[in-house]
């Protein structure tokens, strides 16, 4: 079955530089949540999108923007990245058409800021 | 605001010991209720959830966890442990409809001797 993909997995930046970060739901999955988990840490909620309009927002910090697109994939921009920021970041994708409660996570993209 | 606690940080069990992970969550009104399975360096894999009517839920891999509203907990469970199970267990809460967000507890990490 198809899973959430997630790109790119691995990211290497230096600080101040910009990193973008995509993630592609399961097919008619229509909202999309990220996270970001710190080393040794739960994983915390930035924003999510549902029908491409931001539904719910976290504690994403203002350098960071996110939107879904047309296709329900969504990118998260993050700009003049800190080491701080170094982190693996989730993507999960739900249905509320086929809710079932159930968030589906990506593999996730690990993001190193050196 | 709504929050998750789990009571061990490190929990460290012999094969075919029982294993029982405490949860509490703080949110008073109707809440879905989730168990997440982190294998080291691997995403978060679902291992059961509570929505409604019966509280002894279910999971995979021998897993189960039961609901108790008076106590606002959802601890997790399993008879008898195996090595592979070694990884972190997020306990986490789902408020506000369809479109809430998970919130994580910090996680409780597993390791089991052989």
């Known amino acids: 079955a198809a899973g959430v993909i997630q790109s790119p997995r691995h990211l290497i930046k230096e600080k101040r530089e910009t990193a973008t970060l995509k993630c592609y739901p399961i097919p008619r999955h229509d909202t999309v949540y990220w996270y970001q988990q710190g080393p040794g840490q739960d994983p915390q909620f930035l924003i999510s999108?549902?029908?491409?309009?931001?539904?719910d927002k976290g504690s994403i910090p203002d350098r960071f923007s996110a939107q879904q697109f047309s296709d329900y994939h969504s990118e998260l921009n993050m700009s003049s990245l800190e080491l701080g920021d170094s982190a693996l970041y989730f993507c999960?994708?739900?249905?509320?058409?086929?809710?079932?409660?159930?968030?589906?996570f990506g593999e996730g993209s690990r993001l190193t800021v050196l | 605001a709504q929050s998750v606690s789990q009571h061990n940080h490190h929990v460290i069990l012999s094969e075919a010991a029982s294993l029982e992970l405490g949860c509490n969550y703080s949110?008073?009104?109707?809440?879905?209720l989730f168990w997440y399975v982190q294998y080291p360096g691997q995403h978060l894999q679902l291992l059961l959830k509570y929505f409604s009517g019966d509280p002894l839920v279910k999971g995979i891999k021998g897993f189960e966890a039961e609901f108790i509203k008076s106590k606002f907990s959802f601890n997790l469970r399993k008879p008898s442990v195996q090595w592979s199970d070694t990884a972190e267990y997020f306990c986490?809460?789902?408020?506000?409809?369809?479109?809430?967000?998970?919130?994580f507890g910090k996680g409780t990490k597993l390791s089991v001797k052989p």
């Open positions: 949110y008073g009104g109707t809440v879905n």
């Open positions: 986490a809460v789902k408020s506000g409809g369809s479109q809430g967000n998970l919130i």
């Open positions: 999960a994708s739900s249905s509320l058409s086929g809710y079932t409660g159930e968030l589906f």
């Open positions: 999108f549902y029908e491409k309009m931001q539904s």
